[in-house]
């Protein structure tokens, strides 16, 4: 992080939801995915970013909404940098939620956004008190409120996409090489491995898996580690322990790679989330 840039987060124990502002200036963050739904809004400057193979640019009182999954970055163009503030939500809380809210939701489905940035205040409104009501340890029926309010706003703005076991639009040696890296995260991988699982040389597969997500097959392999690594420091693991368990060579390593797509130490995420002291 650069020494104008910050971020302040707190996790929601009831609910799970981590609220995080945060001000960048130039680099922000690598491609990165999350296993969480991402809604935030920008408050000042140009939150520049890479996802669903589009550059977008967000200016202050735009909305951007992400899905479990979706590869980003983060860039700030312009003097000055920018500042958000933004929602982790929990996929099964959000689809909890909402089949509790709308009892017409279809079956086999999951939420999905229909756009990656909106313009509207009144969305902006709704994510703001809800920040606010969990940032601030309002009284719990406060916070429900809020949470309320923002996903019947929401509404509005998602689709129920059918949950497929396999995206029919990928081809099918970068789908077997994914499934076989999330069998197989923790261990020490070679591309060799992936070839011999797929059926095709490792040239290819890397060629295949990189059209299809975005990312090399070891850039993919390490965000799956951090996504489960975020999981298990905000439930109060240790760093070194986290790093032994999921494969990075040591704890230096795994938080390199944290720092670069979250911008902030595990040391400082788990404290942050889980309230324990650093060791």
Not at 97 to 125: G, I, M, Y
Not at 211 to 218: N, T, V
Request: hydrophobic residues 40%; contains cysteine.
């Amino acid at each position: 992080m650069g020494t104008a840039d910050w971020i302040d987060l707190k996790k929601d124990a009831e609910t799970g939801i981590e609220t995080i502002r945060a001000h960048f200036e130039g680099h922000a963050y690598d491609p990165h995915f999350h296993d969480s739904y991402l809604i935030g809004f920008t408050e000042q400057g140009v939150q520049q970013f890479h996802c669903r193979w589009t550059l977008h640019s967000s200016t202050p009182g735009q909305v951007f909404l992400l899905e479990p999954g979706e590869l980003h970055d983060g860039h700030a163009p312009t003097p000055g940098g920018f500042t958000y503030s933004m929602l982790y939500l929990d996929p099964h809380w959000i689809e909890r939620e909402l089949r509790a809210l709308f009892e017409d939701a279809p079956n086999q489905c999951q939420p999905a956004f229909a756009k990656t940035l909106e313009s509207e205040p009144a969305l902006v409104t709704v994510i703001a008190d809800a920040f606010q009501a969990l940032q601030s340890q309002d009284l719990r029926i406060v916070r429900q409120a809020a949470l309320d309010a923002l996903l019947g706003k929401l509404a509005r703005h998602l689709a129920w996409r059918p949950r497929l076991t396999a995206d029919p639009r990928l081809p099918t040696v970068a789908l077997r090489a994914r499934d076989y890296l999330h069998a197989h995260m923790d261990q020490d991988l070679g591309l060799d491995d992936l070839a011999r699982a797929t059926g095709v040389d490792r040239f290819r597969l890397s060629r295949a898996f990189k059209a299809a997500f975005g990312l090399a097959p070891h850039a993919y392999l390490v965000q799956l580690r951090l996504a489960k690594a975020r999981r298990l420091l905000a439930a109060g693991q240790p760093p070194a322990l986290v790093a032994m368990s999921l494969g990075f060579a040591d704890q230096s390593h795994m938080g390199r790679w944290f720092r670069r797509a979250y911008g902030l130490t595990p040391a400082h995420y788990r404290r942050r989330c889980s309230n324990l002291p650093d060791r």
